[in-house]
């Protein structure tokens, strides 16, 4: 602690009968009031003697250099004049402002500012001059780290403060060298994804495991005064050892106050950079972690990604999943901020069992797991963790709210939805081909390859923790993995399979994939077919991941995927009624139909039957006709049930679908629902199929469109908009099917399990149509063969019968015989109203307690 020159000339010009320049008093005007307004030469000595860090010339070491130029540190090597270290020509370090060739590395640096706040905390000054003046004139960098925040909250000062991030370590590098210069940027982000702060480490040369051990600050207030680096600091270490920081890009300039950030709506983006040059990186892998999630652990791990959505993997094997140590500076958080960003402890509870749901896919894959894990969790009190996409993490946690048991979440890579968007994928979804359709089927599960290690690696982590798993659930389109983790970890293994016709079969009236039509022969889409077909893409030697590779990275041999289920006998678990389909005969015996599952709050939430449109002698057989809807005899509408019904759906649905139902209903017209879900339709095509439906109908017809919207060709949007106007049209992006379903006439879906029979169970026609992908084409066929509906039609050629379709299906006559048919199909054990999930936990905790065997490893 000292004063220099200019320091002195300063506090004697604040003595009282003192004579000043000009440029004095312009310094002057620049001090802190703390400084101006101090009574005696003690209390002025005190605020303006700080521990600032000088050259050999006196002046204040404050530059940062992030790196060398191309030109710089070609004959001379850079050293730290404190301790003598090498500076590389990627390694930040430090300069005085007056170019002397007098440098400090990042280590040194920090260490005098860290001894200086620890000196400083010591100190018990009057009204804290000293340590409010050492704040601010500490780099902004240190404004993140837990002990300026602690000063600061102490003696109640006003200074600049911000919220740290330290970034401690990474877990297996993706990369092929053997060393890399790597660097981890920080940024966050609003809900639109657009930058506001930004930050990033210092470079270190590392091969799989990097430790940076930083503490990166994001200012509040003011952006950086000392410049905009890309990447800076100097490791941590222990408590003990010295502390580095990382700042602000200054790119990010409007950085709201942390008062203001909304947390709800913020984000903090991971991204891992390789330092090839002094201009070029490389990013190994990013993840987008909402700031709530970061704020609720004081640790936290969180896997990397790569460009495609699937985890980054270490390039040794067995190709564990990249991941990122990081930790929130608890003291550097507003306590403005929501409960939500507090730290909670873990739950630490005993539960009977431990499932291990593994999945990938669209929603409609991953929403049946959802619902057997709620009952899992709140019927049998297991603990659930459910492995599936980042994209579902939110739909997860939104039904994770049980009473008894636990349900997580562990992110497996990958993004469905993504491929689907695709150039190949949208060429697939324009075309008619069952050879396409077969093609696609093959590669299903090839997709899900990069998911191996994750599961691996989730499954191996939990048996250290205090909830080892105790099965292994698992879907279509994992199912050559799920063997892989069976015999890797010992766990055994249970199927639930929502698409029936992948199961491989040799009868001639099974078939991998419905054809439609007669134009190409059952010998091209047969199981067979299929099974070559797969050997060749998941054993592909040209691939960069394949099946056989993954089981020699873990040190498995050669293992046929459904000789192996039938020889160990694995359970497979098909949650649907039995008579849905003909069961082929060479199934073994552990394969069952169940019923059906929902995931709905309908059964939480209903207070009145659904409401079925009346057919021609419904009132003399003793049914309660309503405004043309036929009321269930279980529980009539009165007016008060009625307007309490219209209350449910206002909340249930909002307003204006609510609205839209009840001005149908009172002008006695009739209600068609189209929606293809997560499948990516052409708009030209759903705008003309929907304004030729509502425009061409014989009869009142009112038309629901849920699905994404996005921009058509301006004719078909102004027709759109007119019979929005007229409102004859609504177009949602969501809604609760649970809630709207049963106040629909008819559907017209894209063919998804759970939508489908969610319609179907409404007991009203179907017309399934769209791409018709895969079991979409198997549950098209179900519909026909069960009288309910047309037989399925892709969506190109929908346009030229959609009128036919509703013309017939809300036709009270009912030529085609369609609503009488759905009113007597029986789709669910509990009725309407049931969701099946009580009869699929049943026979899964019935399996488990039986005892199952893991697959036996084959080496």
């Known amino acids: 602690w000292h004063l220099s020159s200019r320091q002195r000339a300063l506090r004697n010009a604040l003595l009282p009968s003192s004579s000043m320049s000009s440029a004095m008093a312009e ?181 799989q495991v990097a430790v940076w051990d930083r503490v990166l600050s994001f200012p509040s207030d003011e952006p950086s005064s000392r410049g905009a680096p890309s990447w800076q600091g100097s490791p941590e270490g222990s408590q003990d050892s010295s502390t580095s920081w990382g700042s602000v890009d200054d790119s990010c300039s409007d950085t709201p106050p942390l008062e203001k950030w909304v947390v709800e709506k913020t984000s903090v983006r991971f991204t891992l950079y390789e330092i090839r040059t002094v201009r070029s990186m490389r990013s190994l892998g990013s993840c987008l972690v909402p700031l709530g999630d970061l704020l609720r652990k004081p640790f936290s791990s969180w896997m990397l990604f790569d460009s495609l959505g699937d985890a980054a993997l270490c390039a040794v094997p067995p190709h564990l999943p990249c991941e990122l140590d990081v930790s929130v500076v608890e003291e550097s958080i507003p306590r403005c901020w929501p409960s939500v960003a507090v730290p909670r402890a873990d ?74 968007h695709s150039a190949g994928a949208q060429l697939l979804l324009r075309s008619k081909s069952d050879v396409l359709q077969m093609v696609c089927l093959s590669h299903s599960e090839e997709l899900c390859f990069p998911s191996a290690p994750v599961f691996v690696h989730h499954v191996q982590e939990m048996e250290q923790s205090g909830h080892p798993v105790d099965v292994v659930i698992f879907g279509l389109t994992v199912i050559s993995l799920a063997l892989l983790v069976s015999e890797r970890c010992r766990k055994p293994l249970l199927g639930f399979i929502l698409q029936p016709s992948i199961i491989p079969s040799r009868d001639e009236t099974w078939s991998a994939v419905a054809p439609l039509g007669k134009i190409i022969g059952n010998s091209l889409t047969s199981h067979e077919t299929l099974r070559v077909m797969k050997e060749l893409v998941e054993h592909n030697p040209l691939a960069r991941w394949s099946i056989g590779a993954l089981r020699r990275a873990f040190g498995l041999g050669p293992l046929d995927t459904w000789e192996a289920l039938r020889k160990h006998n694995i359970p497979l678990i098909i949650p649907m009624q039995a008579g849905t389909f003909s069961r082929p005969s060479d199934w073994w015996d552990s394969i069952e139909l169940t019923d059906f599952i929902f995931l709905s709050a309908q059964s939480k939430t209903r207070s009145s039957p659904p409401s079925i449109g009346a057919l021609p002698g419904d009132e003399a057989a003793g049914v309660q006709v309503v405004n043309g809807i036929a009321v269930n005899a279980i529980a009539t509408r009165d007016g008060s049930a009625v307007d309490g019904w219209r209350r449910t759906l206002h909340l249930a649905l909002g307003s204006d679908l609510a609205c839209f139902l009840s001005n149908a209903r009172e002008h006695r017209a009739r209600v068609c629902l189209v929606t293809f879900s997560s499948m990516p339709v052409s708009r030209r095509v759903v705008l003309q ?63 998804g399990l759970g939508t489908t029979v969610e319609a179907l169970r409404s007991r009203k026609p179907v017309c399934v149509t769209g791409p018709l992908l895969l079991d979409q084409r198997f549950w098209g066929m179900v519909c026909f063969q069960q009288g309910v509906g047309p037989e399925p039609i892709h969506i190109d050629s929908f346009r030229n019968s959609c009128v036919d379709f509703v013309n017939d299906a809300v036709d009270p006559l009912d030529p085609r015989g369609w609503r009488q048919r759905a009113r007597t199909l029986k789709w669910s054990s509990g009725g309407v109203d049931g969701d099946g999930v009580t009869v699929n936990v049943d026979r899964v905790a019935s399996l488990v307690r039986n005892g199952l065997r893991p697959v036996q490893a084959q080496t």
């Open 689 to 751: 199929c929907i304004t030729k439906m509502v425009e061409e109908c014989r009869f009142d017809l009112r038309l629901i469109y849920v699905g994404r919207r996005e921009d058509g060709p301006v004719e078909l949007e102004a027709r759109a908009s007119d019979l929005a106007a007229q409102g004859r049209f609504l177009e949602m992006e969501r809604t609760d099917f649970g809630m709207l379903f049963p106040e629909v006439d008819c559907f017209v879906v894209h063919g």
């Open 27 to 207: 310094d002057i005007s620049k001090l802190p009031s703390d400084i101006c307004n101090a009574d005696s030469e003690a209390e002025i000595d005190e605020s303006m003697s700080l521990p600032v860090l000088l050259c050999c010339s006196g002046h204040p070491v404050e530059k940062l250099k992030v790196h060398l130029k191309r030109h710089q540190g070609l004959m001379n090597a850079r050293r730290c004049n404190i301790c003598s270290a090498p500076i590389h020509r990627h390694e930040s370090h430090w300069r005085c402002t007056h170019h002397c060739d007098y440098n400090v590395c990042s280590t040194c640096f920090w260490a005098h500012w860290r001894s200086s706040l620890v000196g400083a905390s010591e100190f018990d000054t009057p009204r804290g001059t000293r340590q409010a003046s050492l704040l601010r004139a500490a780099p902004p960098q240190l404004r993140g780290c837990g002990l300026y925040a602690s000063i600061a909250e102490r003696w109640h000062l006003d200074v600049p403060h911000a919220m740290g991030a330290v970034i401690h370590r990474v877990r297996n590098v993706p990369g092929y060298a053997s060393e890399s210069h790597l660097s981890v940027c920080v940024e966050i982000v609003d809900d639109q994804l657009a930058c506001f702060a930004k930050a990033q480490t210092h470079v270190v040369t590392s091969s």
């Open 347 to 420: 739950d630490d509870r005993a539960y009977p069992k431990h499932a291990f749901v593994m999945t990938r896919g669209t929603r409609g894959d991953v929403q049946p797991f959802i619902a057997l894990a709620r009952g899992l969790a709140e019927q049998q009190g297991w603990m659930v963790t459910i492995c599936t996409e980042w994209r579902w993490k939110s739909l997860v946690e939104a039904h994770n709210d049980v009473t008894h048991g636990c349900i997580c979440f562990r992110c497996s890579g990958g993004d469905t939805e993504a491929h689907l």
